[in-house]
């Protein structure tokens, strides 16, 4: 056979065969961990706003679903991660609410979808930790953590909970708000045309305790793969490290979800 044609052939054999052993390039492991400063100073550090407007997205995704999506539980932590999680573990300041590990496809911010966090002590239908974060990638990679850390008691505040949308939702109550809606021109119409309910309490969902104080972590932050990063609040912290896979995802349980 002429020279030309097995050079050819090669080519063709290489190209058919490349798309099968490549792996994605937007397929990332991701490692978070969010732990309590148990330090009473803290408590103190600063005053936090009592009129939170807390809702969950339409966009959700539970680690409950192994394998739906392109998202997937696994057990097996990034060696970097793992240190940092012991010397958490070990300190007496820190209390661990949570850790999530898992694989997905990322996906530009606009579609990223919302993977649902929670941890810490469950109090009737709620917990500690709860809400969500985002793990995008466009030209860099981006975390964006919307969490919210209750403190319950025996006297509620001006607070409110929205009900966890993994639980199924009473007959009587829709449970979701499509937010895009709630930010467009015609709901603020709405609004201009029936003042009374812009300042109307939000309705308490049935079940709820009391709850003393809520604050709140959301943020943007642009991150580097391979590298822990960490989102600081004076009573809450996480801690994020985004990398390539190193072994095939495996479902397993952790600590909240």
Known sequence: MPRFQLATL????????????????????????????????????????????????????????????????????????????????LSSRYRILTKQSWIQDLQPRGKAP???????????EHFELEGYIRIALERYLYAQPMLWLSQFGERGGNYYLPRHPYRPAPENE??????AFENSPEYAEFLKQNPQLADAEP???????????????????????????YIDHPLFGLLVMISKPQELPVA????GE
């Open 174 to 179: 829709d449970g979701f708000v499509d937010e």
């Open 114 to 124: 919302a993977i649902l966090i929670r941890g810490g002590r469950e109090v009737g």
């Open 252 to 255: 397993g349980d952790s600590v």
């Open 10 to 89: 090669f080519l063709l054999a290489v190209a058919i065969a490349a798309p099968l052993q490549a792996e994605p390039d937007n397929r990332y492991q991701i490692d978070i961990v969010v732990y309590a400063n148990t330090d009473p100073a803290a408590n103190n550090a600063e005053a936090w706003p009592d009129n939170l407007h807390l809702r969950y997205p339409r966009d959700w995704q539970s680690l409950k679903d192994p394998g739906r999506g392109h998202v997937q539980r696994t057990e097996q932590h990034h060696p970097q991660f793992a240190k940092a999680l012991r010397s958490l573990q």
């Open 203 to 229: 309705a308490i969902p049935a079940g709820a305790e009391p709850v003393e104080r809520i604050v709140v972590m959301k943020q943007e932050r642009r991150m580097r793969s391979e590298e822990l990063h």
